[in-house]
């Protein structure tokens, strides 16, 4: 089953916003509806995609921007982790801090997702992990067919996830990547919430940031 992953970095702090649609059935998932909705969906117009479903690596303020305006474009439910309800409900506060101005409130989720839930979209599957640390509800999507995984903030090309936000852990950030995201295949996509991708083995190999975390005593 081929499928196309389409990465638009968007925002002030150019968050990827991923479209993952099977290029033959053309049903799509929006992974972090991160801002500038027009460019969304436009992008889904382009593939001719229907959007069947919204989620959220989690719920800091610039992977979530676009959540409302998206989710009213295409009726689609919109699911994270439970545990990031509070971040989602200080979208407004958090941006403003940041001086970002935004124009809608963030979208209600429709239900929530639990680690190791298989997550059914057509023909797609996407594994869900629990990876706290940078956030309390941080999810990974891992699609093992395809060997890519959809990683947020916690690992980036030559870098990872902060961890001097509330509600993050540098002791948690490297359980998480150790368990989670460490243990897929050396060849495995990353496709991380800011900058390009990557892959499993290349950090492992070269990223000093990964190995500074994985020698964080905690």
């Not at 991923?18 to 969304?40: N, R």
């Not at 509070?86 to 124009?103: C, D, G, H, S, V």
Request: hydrophobic residues 40%; negative net charge.
């Amino acid at each position: 089953m081929p499928i196309q992953i389409d990465q638009l970095p968007l925002g002030a702090l150019s968050t990827n916003c991923y479209i993952v649609g099977d290029s033959e059935t053309k049903e799509a998932v929006i992974i972090d509806p991160a801002a500038e909705a027009d460019q969304i969906i436009q992008q889904v117009q382009q593939r001719g995609y229907t959007v069947q479903l919204i989620l959220a690596t989690h719920a800091h303020f610039d992977h979530v921007i676009a959540s409302y305006p998206i989710k009213q474009a295409f009726n689609v439910p919109f699911r994270l982790h439970k545990d990031e309800v509070e971040q989602l409900k200080a979208m407004p506060q958090r941006a403003a801090y940041w001086n970002i101005p935004i124009t809608d409130p963030p979208a209600e989720p429709d239900s929530f997702i639990e680690h190791g839930e298989i997550i059914e979209v057509g023909r797609m599957h996407f594994e869900a992990r629990f990876t706290p640390g940078h956030s309390p509800g941080h999810l990974t999507f891992v699609m093992a067919d395809h060997q890519v995984a959809f990683v947020g903030d916690c690992v980036f090309y030559e870098g990872i996830g902060r961890t001097d936000l509330p509600g993050a852990s540098t002791a948690v950030l490297k359980k998480s990547v150790v368990e989670q995201i460490l243990t897929l295949p050396d060849d495995f996509t990353l496709c991380p919430g800011h900058g390009p991708v990557t892959t499993v083995g290349r950090e492992k190999r070269e990223s000093m940031p990964l190995m500074y975390l994985l020698e964080f005593k905690g």
